[in-house]
């Protein structure tokens, strides 16, 4: 089965930067579509960010467009989640998930999921 794990989280003041990454193991071919959720204290986890590993579709929620990028390493079989002009509301726990279908943007689409990197954005 399909192994993630995150990297990258981190303590960060607003309007910085983070890149998390996502390593993934195992028959990654059977998971064409990748994918960042977070969750933050009290709240459901939420979609963010999701990539086929041909890179042909892409999608973003809308609260991260234009300040979040999602890209990937197809030899190294890793995703990363570029992170701008982070917002306190951004914290959160993030989560690596991989999906067998195309198009995936809901968290019951996703069958493989990492540990969770922990993202902090202090005012």
């Known amino acids: 089965q399909v192994q993630l794990v995150e990297s990258g989280g981190g303590l960060v003041q607003a309007g910085g930067s983070l890149r998390l990454s996502c390593t993934a193991s195992?028959?990654?071919?059977?998971?064409?579509?990748m994918g960042w959720f977070r969750r933050a204290p009290g709240k459901e986890r939420e979609f963010v960010a999701a990539?086929?590993?041909?890179?042909?579709?892409?999608y973003y929620a809308d609260s991260v467009k234009g300040r979040f990028t999602i890209s990937k390493h197809n030899a190294a079989n890793m995703v990363y989640l570029q992170m701008n002009s982070l917002k306190p509301e951004d914290t959160a726990v993030y989560y690596c998930?991989?999906?067998?279908?195309?198009?995936?943007?809901?968290?019951?689409?996703?069958?493989?999921w990492g540990q969770g990197t922990q993202v902090t954005v202090s005012s």
């Open positions: 998930a991989a999906s067998p279908f195309q198009g995936a943007t809901r968290s019951g689409s996703f069958g493989a």
């Open positions: 195992g028959p990654t071919y059977s998971m064409p579509v």
């Open positions: 990539i086929n590993w041909s890179g042909s579709s892409i």
